[in-house]
């Protein structure tokens, strides 16, 4: 499936044209329940679905659990939409991309409220199953539009904002030295990486407009990238951390890259592991006991890492091996 973008501060406004071409009878909207308000989204939304049948969705927990995927697949199903809007963090994205898969496969729209993600640029989704990390892919999974308006980012806190731009972060260098990586991601992955590594620190610190724009595009980038790459060891050693240990997924993710870097030892990238350890010094992020991780959990944590990404990793990695990066950042 070809995907429509619209990529620009304002460009939510689109909303209202895509609604009238498919004039749908009801749509189902799903959103974060702060973030939707917060990101100014609200309004610009209500005006575009004004006089359709609308179920606001938005139970939904922090994780895309396999629980509330199925909760709302009864939603769904019982509302029987014809247009579906997500509007969103990544596991927002992803869990309505889950929904709209399971139960109807119509048109999406994916609009994030954060610069991270990039969900709304794949064709995949997280779904947390009895305690692991599994994923559903299909090329119909990918939204018909998204729509990447960086004002909706602007008013997102640093606690929000800081590990959506370091998954960003992981998922362009990932993308770039992933196995599966084609000219055309690594051109996606490179450009995105220029954009997230000069716009990190004053999007986060300074929540400088035009870094946070920059940042928008990037994650957006980095998104499109992993579509056709996928991402590498860094994410698949990271999904117990947030499922166990509550670690925001960019966090978990960000921890592994200096030891991965150093492991997969490739050239090519502008910035070295000694750069990314400075950076999350700089953030506040050393070490997986600042999380509550005990040494003592090292060795379920890395038992239960999924392999599944570990085939594009460039370097292999025996399943052996897998507890060593754990006992780097312990
Ligand atoms: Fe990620």
Same mark, same amino acid.
């Given at each position: 499936?070809?995907? *429509?973008?619209?990529?620009?501060?304002?460009?939510?406004?689109?909303?209202?044209?895509?609604?009238?071409?498919?004039?749908?009878?009801?749509?189902?909207?799903?959103?974060?329940? %702060?973030?939707?308000?917060?990101?100014?989204? =609200?309004? +610009?939304?209500?005006?575009?679905?004004?006089?359709?049948?609308?179920?606001?969705?938005?139970?939904?927990?922090?994780?895309? +659990?396999?629980?509330?995927?199925?909760?709302?697949?009864?939603?769904? =199903?019982?509302?029987?939409?014809?247009?579906?809007?997500?509007?969103? /963090? /990544?596991?927002?994205?992803?869990?309505?991309?889950?929904?709209?898969?399971?139960?109807?496969?119509?048109? +999406?729209?994916?609009?994030?409220? =954060?610069? /991270?993600?990039?969900?709304?640029?794949?064709?995949?989704?997280?779904?947390?199953?009895?305690? !692991?990390?599994?994923?559903?892919?299909?090329?119909?999974?990918?939204?018909?539009?998204?729509?990447?308006?960086?004002?909706?980012?602007?008013?997102?806190?640093?606690?929000?904002?800081?590990?959506?731009?370091?998954?960003?972060?992981?998922?362009?260098?990932?993308?770039?030295?992933?196995?599966?990586? *084609?000219?055309?991601?690594?051109?996606?992955?490179?450009?995105?990486?220029?954009?997230?590594?000069?716009?990190?620190?004053?999007?986060?610190?300074? !929540?400088? %407009?035009?870094?946070?724009?920059?940042?928008?595009?990037?994650?957006?980038?980095?998104?499109?990238?992993?579509?056709?790459?996928?991402? *590498?060891?860094?994410?698949?050693?990271?999904?117990?951390? =947030?499922?166990?240990?509550?670690?925001?997924?960019?966090?978990?993710?960000?921890?592994?890259?200096?030891?991965?870097?150093?492991?997969?030892?490739?050239?090519?990238?502008?910035?070295?592991?000694?750069?990314?350890?400075?950076?999350?010094?700089?953030?506040?992020?050393?070490?997986?006991?600042?999380?509550?991780?005990?040494?003592?959990?090292?060795?379920?944590?890395?038992?239960?890492?999924? *392999?599944?990404?570990?085939?594009?990793?460039?370097?292999?990695?025996?399943?052996?091996?897998?507890?060593?990066?754990?006992?780097?950042?312990?």
């Amino acid at each position: 499936m070809k995907q *429509t973008e619209y990529i620009g501060a304002g460009e939510l406004s689109k909303l209202s044209g895509i609604v009238q071409d498919f004039a749908p009878s009801k749509v189902f909207l799903i959103t974060g329940k %702060s973030s939707y308000i917060a990101s100014g989204a =609200t309004q +610009l939304v209500e005006l575009a679905l004004a006089g359709i049948d609308v179920l606001h969705y938005t139970d939904i927990s922090a994780l895309p +659990l396999d629980e509330d995927i199925k909760k709302g697949v009864i939603a769904y =199903t019982s509302f029987n939409p014809d247009l579906v809007i997500a509007v969103g /963090g /990544g596991h927002v994205i992803d869990m309505t991309k889950s929904i709209n898969f399971l139960a109807g496969k119509k048109p +999406l729209v994916a609009i994030p409220t =954060t610069a /991270g993600t990039g969900s709304e640029a794949t064709s995949f989704s997280v779904v947390y199953k009895n305690g !692991r990390k599994t994923s559903l892919e299909s090329p119909d999974m990918l939204p018909m539009f998204a729509i990447v308006d960086p004002n909706l980012a602007m008013s997102v806190s640093r606690e929000t904002a800081l590990p959506s731009a370091l998954d960003a972060l992981c998922q362009a260098i990932e993308s770039f030295w992933s196995n599966k990586a *084609t000219e055309e991601s690594r051109g996606y992955a490179r450009q995105a990486l220029q954009l997230i590594w000069k716009n990190i620190i004053p999007a986060i610190e300074k !929540r400088d %407009s035009g870094a946070i724009t920059a940042l928008c595009i990037g994650a957006h980038l980095a998104g499109k990238a992993i579509n056709i790459s996928k991402t *590498t060891a860094c994410h698949a050693f990271s999904y117990g951390l =947030t499922y166990r240990f509550g670690v925001p997924h960019g966090i978990a993710v960000a921890l592994f890259l200096p030891s991965v870097y150093r492991y997969n030892n490739v050239s090519g990238l502008s910035m070295s592991p000694e750069d990314i350890e400075g950076l999350l010094r700089r953030f506040g992020i050393t070490n997986l006991s600042q999380y509550g991780v005990k040494p003592s959990d090292i060795a379920m944590l890395a038992a239960e890492v999924n *392999t599944e990404r570990l085939g594009n990793n460039p370097r292999v990695i025996r399943e052996g091996d897998i507890i060593n990066f754990f006992q780097k950042i312990v």
